[in-house]
């Protein structure tokens, strides 16, 4: 069992950047995944970046690959998401989840990640 909790959110205007912060309760033992979705009320949630830990790989949805970067910090159980030029259309609840004992981390089956945060609010206005 682990509780995920997400900060960062906020109102920034289009063009802008935001870090988004995922804080898991405990250390957690390789192999697992993380990753960041994203959803907008009345639509499906979309995965949006993971991080496979153990072998390292990263992974991108093609609408946020070049923009977003997933990163963590170890040291304090830490998962962060930068969003660079952020637009009107990326507005949502943005979330945070892992998946443990898992090689392989798989962004179109939310299935596949049982822990989820209460989510963080982004919004991108002038």
């Known amino acids: 069992e682990v509780q995920l909790v997400e900060s960062g959110g906020g109102l920034v205007q289009p063009g802008g950047s935001l870090r988004l912060s995922c804080v898991a309760s405990?250390?957690?033992?390789?192999?697992?995944?993380v990753g960041w979705f994203r959803q907008v009320p009345g639509k499906e949630r979309e995965g949006l970046a993971s991080?496979?830990?153990?072998?390292?790989?990263?992974t991108y949805a093609e609408s946020v690959k070049g923009r977003f970067t997933i990163s963590r910090n170890s040291a304090v159980n830490t998962l962060h998401l930068k969003m660079n030029s952020l637009q009107p259309e990326e507005t949502a609840m943005y979330y945070c989840?892992?998946?443990?004992?898992?090689?392989?981390?798989?962004?179109?089956?939310?299935?596949?990640?049982?822990?989820w945060g209460q989510g963080t609010q982004v919004t991108v206005s002038s």
């Open positions: 989840a892992a998946a443990l004992r898992a090689w392989r981390c798989d962004l179109r089956s939310q299935e596949s990640w049982p822990y």
């Open positions: 405990r250390n957690i033992a390789s192999p697992y995944c």
């Open positions: 991080l496979q830990i153990g072998l390292g790989e990263t």
